[in-house]
């Protein structure tokens, strides 16, 4: 009886040692394939800024200043693990748009500007076929609609544009604002947070953005500075 259970215990013990094995090797396989598909993401984001000489480093801080929002607004951590890789995606639209378009240094016309605003459409109907890319496609989708139902391409207002692209939104207009262009200078952080906060001649913050999210900006706006000096172009 005792070199039975010797040599039940022997065997318990053999195949816990080839599960943990088994399972080290599952982990391993895991992280290997994660790392797979974020390298994927990184090289499809640069692949939309490929006819854009102007976007520089834009993308990897729009990823920083979502994720710095989110935290800063409570979301889960996993709703912030995710904007983290998704928010670089936004603009994937634009490879469909005629690149001619896409660098055209002066004002685009009304059918140029129907083109244009079609990568939002072009970018969720590339990104919503993955699974994993749900929160990529609402961003791509969504990032140009504003609180008033005046943005594109639905007209969505409210809370019926995902807080993921309310986030984008707002990451994506400050970066373009504190970053040199064809058609205008870099803005300092000071200028980029009064138009913003307050408005201009193009902006109305009252209706452009959810204001619980602006308040958010109100109040960490340094911390997106601090972004913007660590990743400048």
Request: glycine share 6%; aromatic share 8%; charged share 30%.
């Amino acid at each position: 009886m005792l070199e039975q259970i010797n040599k039940r215990n022997a065997d318990l013990k053999s195949k816990n040692k080839t599960l943990r094995a088994q399972q080290m090797q599952i982990e391993y396989l895991q992280k290997d394939t994660e790392e797979a598909f974020m390298v994927s993401i990184r090289l499809l984001a640069r692949a939309a800024e490929v006819h854009d000489e102007d976007t520089g480093n834009h993308i990897i801080r729009c990823n920083e200043y979502a994720f710095l929002m989110a935290k800063k607004c409570g979301m889960p951590e996993a709703f912030c693990k995710e904007i983290h890789h998704s928010a670089q995606l936004h603009d994937i639209g634009k490879m469909s748009v005629n690149s001619a378009i896409l660098t055209k240094p002066g004002r685009l016309d009304d059918d140029e500007r129907h083109e244009m605003n079609q990568h939002t459409t072009y970018g969720y109907q590339i990104l919503s076929r993955s699974d994993r890319l749900q929160m990529a496609a609402e961003i791509a989708h969504a990032h140009h609609e504003q609180w008033n139902g005046s943005g594109y391409p639905q007209g969505l207002r409210g809370e019926q544009i995902p807080i993921s692209a309310r986030i984008l939104g707002i990451a994506d207009i400050y970066d373009a604002l504190r970053s040199e262009r064809a058609y205008k200078p870099a803005f300092s952080d000071d200028k980029t947070f009064q138009i913003l906060t307050v408005g201009d001649d193009r902006l109305d913050p009252t209706k452009h953005f959810d204001p619980k999210l602006l308040e958010v900006f109100k109040k960490y706006h340094g911390e997106f500075d601090q972004i913007r000096k660590r990743l400048e172009d």
